[in-house]
T-cell receptor, first 115, second 110 residues
Framework: EAQVTQNPRYLITVTGKKLTVTCSQN?????MSWYRQDPGLGLRQIYY???????DKGDVPEGYKVSRKEKRNFPLILESPSPNQTSLYFC??????????????FGPGTRLTVT | DQQVKQNSPSLSVQEGRISILNCDYT??????FLWYKKYPAEGPTFLIS?????DKNEDGRFTVFLNKSAKHLSLHIVPSQPGDSAVYFC?????????FGEGTQLTVNP
């Protein structure tokens, strides 16, 4: 089954404790991206990757890191989480054509709470 | 500044009637607009898209209209069904970036 998986689905942590949220897709997509969803703000793009070893900042990259060492995986790293990073996080992937990404397939989301 | 705006946080319609969800944008240099549907505890799922060179795209009960002069697009669902109750996001794609609106909660009452 074609899918995007994220782990963990739920996480409660404390300020400053490094964490990683994993994302994996089995569709051989070149493009992968991370979003956060907050009430009244919709989904905002954190980072995206056009292919292996190619990553770029989205609209809200501060406090986050990513890596793309393999095509299928795109982990999101919070080196020193803070309470304002409490949010619902989504990973997504898609095929690309030239510069454009098309319809993106989303994972089920990771609910992160930082106390 | 929000580049893609959905000014109605919620919409309620009767089953069988038309649902119209609206989206306004500021960036004229986009490639596509896409609509996503999101149920609670799930990720968004792609619904329908429209290219910047078109003004209408139809897929079954779903039709998206693009008015470039007004920088406005709308999603029509006819007829609406209770299973359509979800949060709908419009999103603009420009190159490799995807910018979402705030979302509209649609409730279809039986």
């Amino acid at each position: 089954e074609a899918q995007v998986t994220q782990n963990p689905r739920y996480l409660i942590t404390v300020t400053g404790k490094k964490l990683t949220v994993t994302c994996s897709q089995n569709m051989n997509h070149e493009y992968m991206s991370w979003y956060r969803q907050d009430p009244g703000l919709g989904l905002r793009q954190i980072y995206y990757s056009m292919n292996v070893e190619v990553t770029d900042k989205g609209d809200v990259p501060e406090g986050y890191k990513v890596s793309r060492k393999e095509k299928r995986n795109f982990p999101l790293i919070l080196e020193s989480p803070s309470p304002n990073q409490t949010s619902l996080y989504f990973c997504a992937s898609s095929v690309t054509s030239g510069r454009s990404s098309y319809e993106q397939y989303f994972g089920p989301g990771t609910r992160l709470t930082v106390t | 500044d929000q580049q893609v705006k959905q000014n109605s946080p919620s919409l309620s319609v009767q089953e069988g009637r038309i649902s119209i969800l609206n989206c306004d944008y500021t960036n004229s240099m986009f490639d596509y607009f896409l609509w996503y549907k999101k149920y609670p505890a799930e990720g968004p799922t792609f619904l329908i898209s429209i290219s910047s060179i078109k003004d209408k795209n139809e897929d079954g009960r779903f039709t998206v209209f693009l008015n470039k002069s007004a920088k406005h697009l709308s999603l029509h669902i006819v007829p609406s069904q209770p299973g359509d109750s979800a949060v709908y996001f419009c999103a603009e794609t420009s190159g490799s970036r995807l910018t979402f609106g705030e979302g509209t909660q649609l409730t279809v009452n039986p």
